[in-house]
């Protein structure tokens, strides 16, 4: 599903991406860990076309077309959705309206019928359970207000919405308690399953109990330098991020 | 012909028809003959501003100065052809074409009791005279300004809206002024008067339209006086044509504990200067001054609003957005006074504004006179584009670069329009500004 090949990306003249290569496939969930800065929010945000990253060299294929080369609204149409780190306040807009709009624009270009409101409403309902989102959040702005906690699960319950084919959560579990995480991993893991594409970007490792990867790799400066499955993440969380630096780079 | 022959000229047009308009109005009454003449004689002491005057320095009338504009003549009157947007479920609709009351477009039915809703014409001829010579032309300041002092030099015929003690009206009044066109080079002077007693609560919408393409003047004026303890929300809407020249003034008067809400949203005409003054004297006021420009192509467009905190315990709030486009220009001057007496005064004041274009101009300056030493003034002006975060955040959702800066435009103007109490008045402003900024973005998406 996605092939990232010898990604560098720099930003403000800084090289932080040093040669990413990257394959997923449909169904996997991938978590990628690392020290801050070592360059995993901007892996994501590269996936996703933020242009303020610029890419220096390397190259990135989803379903076989060149990701590079699509606007950031082409790749969520085609199914890449990225919960955000920080997500944007947009006042004066409405969860319910931004959310009908960003549905709509993808149906309507993977040619599927727009959905009316009445249809979008249930739907909405639906997936609200799932997050436990209550109904008066939807009528609010976008993420205005919002307790860090709620934004994190607003993410997840657009995703839950939007039902990505390749999704990349950014730092989704920082600044979550427990019980928000178990409502965040819940949303993540009923999202599960053989057509979709994962990728948890986290510095911790207490969301992998929650979502368990079949995949582990470890960014640092800019390159992926390990790789393992879940026991990874363990060995991680006990030897700390410095253990890495006296490791030959085995990827 | 030179500018200076074509202004004198312009001028003296104006001396002509005032008194080709004294001989038409000889059966007014004498009180507000004599107003009117002196009025007209203020007007010829002050002349049209310059660029030289501060609180017109960034507002050249020097090309409305140089065109002679003659008195719109009535006939407009009769045309039926035209049909103004009119706001629906309203409690009185009073509709003006080129300057002189409608009864056929205008609905006066089933008003409650104590509310008077009329055309100013009708009223200076067989009303009660006691309102009107106790309020008319008594508030809005012509010392140093000479359309003001024009307009009630020209007063003929406007709105007059009288809300007894303790009245409260559900629904709103729409005052519609509408400029047929035509006849190139027109001018109508509006002139609209609201009494509001002890403890009544209304809410008037008015809406100031004209065509496209046709070069003509409003030269508009409305005084608002609030009662103890009542309440007036006032909404103006200016779509007047792209060729036409709008100056108009909202001068309010507030008693003891009343509350006014002032919202003015400038669309229309190629310039527009729009003075908003509140004196707020008596304790207690509070006054709120909302505001919402948004132009395009070579538009102009100024907004000049004076709180005058005169007693204690006084507040106002005050939120003015812009949105410019193109090579377009906006002002927006933000006078607060707070006299030596008006302590406790609490004033807020911002100004928004969103430059969509390279080229477009905002001169934006707060103006604070502060005498009283307990007092809470704050202010603040922001100048700048669309949140790059924010666009990309919606094109990460799958809504298209177009359609995104659409939306976040809208929701900027959404901000002030959402302050609006009356529904009707909010929804057909929403609507306005929908088709406004589409033209401008064809969003090439669903939203």
């Keep these: ?251 | 012909m030179p500018e200076v022959k074509q202004a004198h000229e312009a001028t003296e047009t104006y001396f002509a028809e005032f008194a080709r308009l004294e001989r038409e109005t000889s059966r007014q009454p004498e009180w507000l003959r004599l107003k009117r003449k002196s009025a007209m004689e203020r007007f010829a002491d002050l002349g049209f501003p310059t660029t030289r005057q501060e609180a017109w320095r960034f507002t050249n009338v020097a090309p409305l100065a140089r065109i002679t504009f003659k008195q719109a003549d009535a006939k407009g009157a009769a045309r039926e052809a035209f049909k103004p947007a009119l706001l629906g479920d309203v409690a009185a609709r009073l509709v003006f074409v080129d300057g002189q009351w409608n009864p056929k477009l205008s609905a006066l039915a089933s008003l409650p009791k104590g509310v008077l809703v009329s055309s100013l014409a009708a009223a200076l001829e067989s009303g009660d005279q006691g309102i009107l010579e106790g309020h008319l032309a008594c508030y809005a300041e012509d010392a140093d300004h000479a359309f003001t002092a024009l307009n009630t030099a020209f007063i003929r015929d406007g709105a007059l809206i009288r809300i007894a003690d303790g009245v409260v009206l559900e629904k709103p009044i729409h005052v519609i002024f509408i400029r047929t066109g035509g006849a190139q080079n027109t001018v109508t002077h509006p002139r609209t008067l609201i009494v509001t007693g002890r403890e009544a609560q209304a809410m008037v919408m008015e809406s100031h339209c004209g065509p496209a393409g046709e070069t003509y003047f409003t030269n508009a004026v409305t005084e608002i006086v609030v009662g103890e303890n009542a309440s007036v929300e006032h909404v103006k809407l200016q779509e007047e044509g792209d060729q036409a020249f709008y100056i108009a003034t909202v001068q309010a008067q507030q008693a003891r504990a009343s509350r006014f809400h002032s919202h003015s949203v400038s669309l229309g005409a190629a310039l527009a200067r729009n003075d908003i003054n509140s004196v707020m004297a008596g304790e207690g006021a509070e006054c709120t001054l909302n505001g919402l420009y948004q132009v395009a192509g070579t538009q102009h467009v100024d907004h000049h609003t004076r709180l005058d905190h005169a007693m204690p315990h006084c507040s106002s709030r005050e939120y003015y957005r812009g949105i410019l486009d193109g090579k377009s220009s906006g002002v927006f001057n933000g006078a607060i006074i707070v006299r030596k007496d008006a302590q406790k005064t609490d004033a807020i004041q911002s100004n928004k504004n969103l430059l969509l274009s390279e080229e477009a101009i905002i001169n934006t300056k707060p103006e604070l006179q502060i005498l009283a030493d307990d007092v809470r003034c704050t202010h603040g002006a922001t100048i700048g584009q669309l949140d790059p975060d924010a666009l990309f955040y919606l094109r990460a959702r799958g809504i298209g670069l177009e359609s995104a800066r659409h939306l976040l435009t809208r929701a900027f103007a959404n901000d002030v329009i959402a302050r609006i109490h009356f529904a009707p008045a909010r929804e057909r402003l929403e609507a306005r500004l929908l088709a406004r900024l589409s033209a401008a973005w064809k969003p090439e998406e669903v939203l």
């Design chain 1, 1 to 251: 599903m996605l092939e990232i090949k010898n990604l560098h990306a720099q930003v403000a003249g800084k090289e932080i991406l040093k040669g990413v290569d990257l394959k997923v496939n449909a169904g996997e969930v991938h978590a990628i860990m690392g020290p801050n800065g070592s360059g995993k929010s901007t892996l994501a945000q590269v996936l996703a076309g933020r242009d303020v990253y610029e890419v220096t060299e390397g190259e990135v294929f989803y379903q076989g077309k060149d990701l590079l080369a699509m606007a950031p609204e082409d790749r969520a149409r085609e199914g890449i959705f990225l919960a955000f780190q920080y997500p944007m306040e947009i006042p004066g807009v409405s969860n319910m309206y931004f959310l009908k709009a960003a549905l709509n624009n993808i149906r309507k270009a993977q040619g599927q019928p727009e959905l009316d409101a009445m249809d979008f409403l249930a739907l909405v309902r639906e997936k609200m359970k799932l997050l436990g989102i209550d109904e008066a959040l939807m009528n609010r702005a976008v993420n205005e207000g919002f307790s860090g906690g709620e934004k994190k699960r607003n993410e997840i319950f657009q995703m839950a919405v939007l039902e990505p084919k390749l999704a990349i959560l950014d730092e989704t579990d920082s600044g979550l308690d427990i019980d928000a995480l178990r409502v965040v991993a819940d949303g993540v893991n009923a999202l599960r399953n053989p057509a979709r594409a994962i990728i948890v970007v986290t510095h911790y490792q207490r969301l992998l109990n929650y979502i368990v990867p079949d995949f582990v790799h470890v960014l640092y400066d800019g390159r992926l330098v390990k790789s393992g499955d879940k026991n990874l993440a363990l060995e991680l969380e006990e030897k700390g991020y410095g253990w890495l630096e006296v490791q030959p780079q085995t990827v």
